[in-house]
């Protein structure tokens, strides 16, 4: 079952645990759906050190999977989805800067680096 919106602020961390919330439930799909979220949402705040072609760097990749055992970073479901959720991520953003709302002028601004990464060659 996905989460269907899993980022940051559905995520709780407390010492020795982390919860995820706001589960929408109901719909089956490849686990990359959720993590690709997820690691787009933290590439966007915390990426900037990634290399050309990835959005986060080895160190922080091996750190997530190292803690997250269903599916490995090699999993073809999440390769394939980050491009498709910076995409759709991107396109929810309203086209001209003027018609942002502070928190989508912060999430283009977080945006861009991983856009330049990920389809600049």
Same mark, same amino acid.
């Given at each position: 079952?996905?989460?269907?919106?899993?980022?940051?602020?559905?995520i709780?961390?407390?010492?020795g645990?982390?919860s995820g919330?706001?589960?929408?439930?109901?719909?089956?799909?490849?686990?990359?759906? *959720?993590?690709s979220?997820?690691?787009?949402?933290?590439?966007? @705040?915390? =990426?900037? &050190?990634a #290399?050309?072609?990835?959005? /986060?760097?080895? *160190?922080?990749?091996?750190?997530?999977?190292?803690?997250y055992? @269903?599916? =490995?970073? &090699?999993d #073809?479901?999440?390769?394939? /989805?980050?491009?498709?959720r910076?995409?759709?991520?991107?396109?929810a953003?309203?086209?001209?800067?003027? &018609?942002?709302?502070?928190?989508?002028?912060?999430?283009?601004?977080?945006?861009?680096?991983?856009?330049?990464r990920?389809?600049?060659?």
């Amino acid at each position: 079952m996905t989460h269907g919106d899993l980022h940051l602020r559905n995520i709780v961390i407390a010492p020795g645990s982390v919860s995820g919330i706001d589960f929408a439930g109901g719909n089956s799909a490849p686990v990359g759906h *959720d993590l690709s979220r997820l690691l787009v949402d933290y590439a966007t @705040l915390f =990426g900037a &050190d990634a #290399p050309k072609g990835v959005i /986060l760097s080895a *160190d922080t990749n091996a750190g997530f999977f190292e803690g997250y055992d @269903l599916v =490995g970073p &090699d999993d #073809p479901s999440v390769g394939f /989805l980050i491009p498709m959720r910076i995409l759709t991520d991107w396109i929810a953003l309203p086209a001209r800067p003027q &018609d942002r709302r502070p928190a989508q002028k912060r999430r283009m601004q977080g945006l861009k680096p991983l856009i330049d990464r990920v389809f600049d060659e």
